[in-house]
C-alpha cells in the first residue's frame, strides 16, 4: 500500500513539473539580429509575435515585411521551444573565432525575458536550430507593412561591426531540418494537407 502511494506522489510530481514546463515554454515574442561575416551570410532583424513574423533587412532602411504563419508552422516553433532547456542557457557563448556568424536572440516569456548573444555553432543546438528555422522562414510570401517596430537586438550587433567578410563556412548555414521534421512529426499529429511550409522543406508523411 505504502509503494502504491509512493508511486502516485511521485507520478503527481511529474505531472504538476510538466504542467508548469509547458506554462514557461510558452513565448510571448521573439526577437532576434544577425551580423554576418560571410558575404553569402543574411542580416536581418526578426520579431516572432502572435502567429506573425515581422522582418527587417538593415540595408533596406526601415522597411518591415509581414509574413502571416500557417498554423502547421507555429506548432513547429513551440515543439522547438519545447526543447530548449531554458534554465540552462548562458547569457552569451562566444569563441576566439572570427569567422562566425554573430546572433542575438530575445525570447519573452509571460514572467521573465532572456536574451542571448552568441556566435555560430557555439550555441546549444536546439537554440540555434530555433533560430535558424525562425530565419529560414522569410523565404514565404510576405507583404510590405506600415509599421514601426524598435528592434532592440540590433544595438548589440550594430552594422558598423562588420569587416570585411571572408571565405564562408559551408557547414555553418546547415541546420538539422530533417530530424527536426521527423521528431516533430513523431510528437505531433499535423494536417498532412497543410503546405505552407518554407519551400526547402520537405514532410514526411507517417509510415
Do not use: W
Not at 511529474?14 to 508548469?20: M, Q, S
Not at 532583424?45 to 508552422?73: A, C, F, G, W
Not at 509571460?110 to 530565419?135: G, Q
Not at 540590433?154 to 521534421?181: F, G, H, K, Y
Request: glycine letters at 2%; hydrophobic letters at 35%; proline letters at 5%.
Amino acid at each position: 500500500m505504502k509503494m502504491i502511494i509512493k508511486f502516485g506522489v511521485v507520478c503527481g510530481l511529474l505531472l504538476i513539473n510538466t504542467f508548469f514546463s509547458c506554462k514557461s515554454n510558452k513565448v510571448s515574442y521573439i526577437m532576434l539580429s544577425t551580423l554576418s561575416h560571410s558575404k553569402y551570410g543574411l542580416i536581418i532583424d526578426e520579431l516572432y509575435e502572435n502567429k506573425m513574423i515581422y522582418l527587417r533587412y538593415p540595408d533596406e532602411n526601415d522597411i518591415i515585411y509581414e509574413v502571416k504563419l500557417h498554423d502547421t508552422i507555429v506548432d513547429k516553433i513551440n515543439f522547438m521551444i519545447s526543447k530548449i532547456k531554458f534554465n540552462g542557457l548562458r547569457d552569451k557563448y562566444v569563441s576566439n573565432r572570427q569567422d562566425v556568424n554573430i546572433y542575438n536572440v530575445q525570447l519573452s516569456f509571460k514572467d521573465t525575458t532572456r536574451t542571448i548573444y552568441y556566435y555560430s555553432k557555439d550555441a546549444p543546438k536546439p537554440l540555434h536550430n530555433l533560430v535558424k528555422y525562425l530565419i529560414s522562414l522569410n523565404e514565404l510570401p510576405r507583404n510590405k507593412v506600415n509599421k514601426k517596430i524598435n528592434f532592440k537586438t540590433r544595438q548589440e550587433v550594430p552594422i558598423s561591426r562588420l569587416p570585411i567578410p571572408p571565405m564562408p563556412d559551408p557547414n555553418d548555414t546547415i541546420i538539422d531540418l530533417d530530424n527536426i521534421e521527423k521528431d516533430f512529426i513523431l510528437n505531433k499529429h499535423y494536417n498532412e494537407k497543410d503546405t505552407l511550409l518554407p519551400k526547402h522543406e520537405l514532410i514526411h508523411k507517417k509510415k
